[in-house]
Each structure stands twice: as C-alpha cells, then as structure tokens.
C-alpha cells in the first residue's frame, strides 16, 4: 500500500482545551477525528488510549471522557512540575478489508508561562517530533522530524493546515530529507496540524501534529 494511497483517510488530533497551564492543574485536552481538521461528528475511534510525559520523562495514563454528544474526547491528566508535558493518543483497528490502521495524534502542552523547551520522540508508533518548542507566531520557522518508532522516515510527505482555513484539504505539503527532518514557517495564525502516513509491515499508520496558538 502506497503512503500517499492513505492522505485522504480519516485521522485523530489533539487540540488544547487552554493554551497553557498551571502548576497543579488538571491537564486538558480535546481529541478530534476527521480530515484535514474538519472534525467529524459521527464514527468516532474505538479502542483509544492516551499517555502523557511529564517533562521528567515520567509516563502515565490519560483519562478518556467522552463529551458533548459524543462529538469528541476529552483527555484529562494531572500535572506537576512546570515545563512541556507531551500528549500522545493512539487508535488502532482493522478495516472491512482486514488492514490494520493505527492512528497516532501528539500535542505539546506548555504548564506555566512562556515555556521553551525541545520536542522528544515518544518512540512509540509514527510521529512528528517538533524541534525547539516557544511561542510561535507568523513568519517563525519550526523543524518537524517525522519517526517510526524511533527511527527516522526520510523521504515521506507531511501536510499542513490549519484550524482558521474554511477551504478543504491541505494548505502545504512538503517531503522529509534523509534524516527525515523538514522546515516549515507558519504563514498563518491558529492551530496548526502537521500530518503524514506510513505503512510499514501490514500496518497503515496515519500520526498527526497540533502546534496550538500560533500569533
């Protein structure tokens, strides 16, 4: 199956309830399902599940709260010391005609105030690793790294939109170099989803970016 056969299926994403938080919240996050960033209001994922990483690299478990009649989850965590806490959800199943999809979404969450730091792959699945992380406005440039569980995909098509765009589809597409990095500069305000697919032994996997809050 070819990578590119899967840019139209659908895909999860996370997007943040607040764009930042405080020492001591509850981390909350919204998870979507659609295309493109255009959420879908019916055939939602079964099967999800969710972690986050504090920026110790502890790892636990995010509650699932379906919300809203359904239309999306709501992830839920604790947090504690302040710093970039990395969301990641996962949905995996089988198709009508027996092909495994995994669905990957990754969301970089700020607690405190004006927090930099540096994306870490989770090495878990497909995912789209962001370079040195701030608070991005237009005309600033970010460096993604796509990887499969924790090896580099060079070579591989990553799209972009985002949450403020009425039209369909994409906004941007652009191919990975040989250590499966890419630059992009944000062109535009909001939500912003990077997206790619990567099938890889029997497995189609479709993983998903959100850098929330772009000014």
Do not use: M
């Given at each position: 199956m070819n990578s590119n056969m899967l840019s139209g299926e659908?895909?999860?994403?996370?997007?943040?309830?607040?764009?930042?938080f405080h020492h001591g919240d509850s981390i909350e996050v919204k998870l979507a399902w659609g295309h493109a960033m255009k959420s879908m209001q019916a055939g939602g994922p079964k099967n999800l599940k969710a972690i986050v990483i504090d920026p110790?690299?502890?790892?636990?478990?995010?509650?699932?709260?379906?919300?809203n009649e359904n239309m999306y989850f709501r992830l839920?965590?604790?947090?504690?010391?302040?710093?970039?806490?990395?969301?990641?959800?996962?949905?995996?199943d089988m198709n009508s005609e027996q092909v495994r999809t995994c669905r990957w979404a990754q969301l970089q969450v700020p607690v405190g105030h004006h927090v930099h730091g540096t994306g870490r792959a989770i090495n878990r699945g497909l995912e789209i690793v962001?370079?040195?992380?701030?608070?991005f406005h237009q005309g600033d440039e970010i460096e993604l790294t796509v990887m499969l569980y924790g090896k580099p995909v060079p070579g591989?098509?990553?799209q972009a939109t985002h949450h403020l765009y009425e039209g369909e589809g994409f906004l941007h597409r652009f191919i990975t170099d040989e250590q499966g990095?890419?630059?992009?500069?944000?062109?535009?305000?909001?939500?912003?989803?990077?997206?790619v697919s990567k099938t890889e032994s029997d497995t189609a996997n479709i993983a998903t970016l959100?850098?929330?809050g772009v000014r």
């Open positions: 659908l895909s999860i994403w996370l997007e943040p309830i607040h764009l930042h110790a690299g502890r790892e636990s478990a995010a509650k699932i709260i379906q919300e839920v965590a604790e947090s504690g010391p302040e710093g970039i806490y990395n969301v990641q959800a996962e949905n995996c962001p370079g040195e992380y701030h608070d591989v098509q990553v990095k890419a630059r992009f500069t944000f062109d535009a305000r909001g939500h912003w989803l990077f997206q959100v850098i929330s």
